[in-house]
């Protein structure tokens, strides 16, 4: 069993998340304010940074009203620390160097100087390494000020205090460039996933208009035929070619439903499952080949069972396309479709006898190809196989096997 994080139990995730969507100068601002706040507790006033060991200003009301206001100067623009980062940074620097220059006493305000310098290094675009070298020329006249105003520090005590600053610009220079790199992986998934997408759809539209706009050129050929040498039969050719029309126009509808940006899936609609390429409708492209004048033997042997709709929508648009071949390079040939269904594969079976009248095999191309080159590549997403080619008799067979998914509930 595993361990969820505290902060993912329900109690804690709604104020989490309702923390998550607040803006982030609201967000800097709250912290700013608590830095503020807790910067006035003499408790914390020893985790404060401090440099120079200067004598401490004596006690005056004039010096306690400079020294507050300094204190707020290092915290209140930290609300700002995103949308600014250079201007944060500039403002409390500035207000530290004034603070340590004036031997005031160290407050935990002063850890404000840490917070504007990882920001800096988070969230600043422009000019970073010219405001890295500004801070650090900042510093260095800070030094000699100090050691001019009589602090008893050396060069090396000097150094060693700049790493603590340096060390939190790098933090922050360290997040920026770890965002960066998530922000371009997801950029190269997304551009991944649209090209993916966009070869799933080119794949989708030329496998039903080939099979359809095939079927009709052949059954308008053979209705023009009949019309001089049986013209009481040319009726039936022309009906064949309104069906084959019909049956085009459904599936494009179908397939421009699911390209919808609706977020549901294609199933949940009723009608558009309807409409949906299947298994059970291989039975209509059988049919549909047999009105175009292509001899087809169907066999289905196996209990069918529901399968998830990629399976669905793969096998029957193997049989489309290998139907599709066959009519354009063996019309009239003897054609056998065999559907085998088993427990664990679905097997597909389409064989045409010879001669055929061109190859029905290319090699894929840069986005896997289309029609039998198309579907190798998507049988393989679902862990199956294609394989299509010349018969040794004649003929071609084109031959898949795919993987049995049961439907999601």
């Not at 602090?151 to 965002?179: E, K, T």
Request: charged share 20%; aromatic share 6%; with cysteine.
């Amino acid at each position: 069993m595993t361990r969820q994080a505290p902060w993912s139990l329900p109690p804690f995730r709604a104020p989490l998340d309702w923390w998550q969507e607040r803006d982030a100068f609201l967000k800097d601002g709250i912290l700013a304010l608590a830095l503020t706040l807790l910067a006035f507790v003499p408790a914390l006033s020893n985790l404060g940074a401090q440099i120079g060991d200067l004598p401490e200003r004596p006690v005056s009301v004039p010096a306690n009203v400079l020294s507050v206001g300094l204190v707020l100067v290092q915290t209140l623009p930290l609300a700002a620390r995103r949308r600014w980062p250079a201007a944060c940074l500039a403002v409390v620097a500035g207000a530290f160097a004034v603070h340590q220059a004036l031997g005031f006493a160290t407050t935990f305000a002063s850890l404000g100087l840490y917070l504007a310098l990882y920001s800096a290094g988070a969230h600043q675009i422009r000019f970073r390494r010219g405001l890295a070298v500004a801070a650090s020329a900042g510093y260095a006249v800070l030094a000699v000020v100090l050691d001019r105003l009589g602090s008893p520090l050396s060069v090396p005590d000097y150094l060693a205090f700049y790493l603590a600053p340096a060390a939190a610009w790098l933090v922050g220079s360290a997040v920026r460039a770890r965002r960066a790199e998530e922000a371009e992986r997801r950029r190269l998934a997304a551009e991944a996933a649209t090209a993916a997408e966009r070869a799933r759809i080119a794949r989708e539209l030329h496998d039903v208009v080939t099979h359809h706009v095939t079927a009709m050129v052949v059954q308008a050929d053979a209705a023009q035929f009949l019309l001089t040498s049986a013209p009481e039969r040319a009726g039936e050719g022309l009906t064949a070619v309104s069906d084959t029309g019909r049956r085009a126009l459904t599936e494009l509808r179908y397939l421009l439903g699911v390209l919808e940006a609706t977020g549901e899936s294609a199933s949940a609609d009723p009608a558009r499952a309807g409409r949906a390429p299947a298994l059970g409708r291989v039975g209509d492209l059988v049919g549909q080949a047999r009105r175009s004048g292509q001899p087809v033997e169907f066999r289905e042997r196996g209990e069918r069972r529901p399968q998830s709709v990629n399976v669905e929508l793969a096998a029957y648009r193997v049989v489309q396309e290998a139907l599709t071949n066959a009519m354009k390079y063996a019309a009239g040939k003897p054609t056998r479709v065999l559907l085998r269904h088993g427990d664990e594969h679905i097997r597909i079976e389409v064989t045409t006898d010879g001669p055929v009248a061109a190859p029905v095999t290319r090699k894929p191309g840069p986005a896997g190809g289309r029609g039998l080159a198309g579907l190798r590549t998507r049988l393989r997403t679902l862990d199956g196989e294609l394989e299509a080619g010349p018969r040794p008799e004649g003929g071609f067979a084109v031959q898949a096997t795919i993987p049995s998914q049961p439907p999601q509930e």
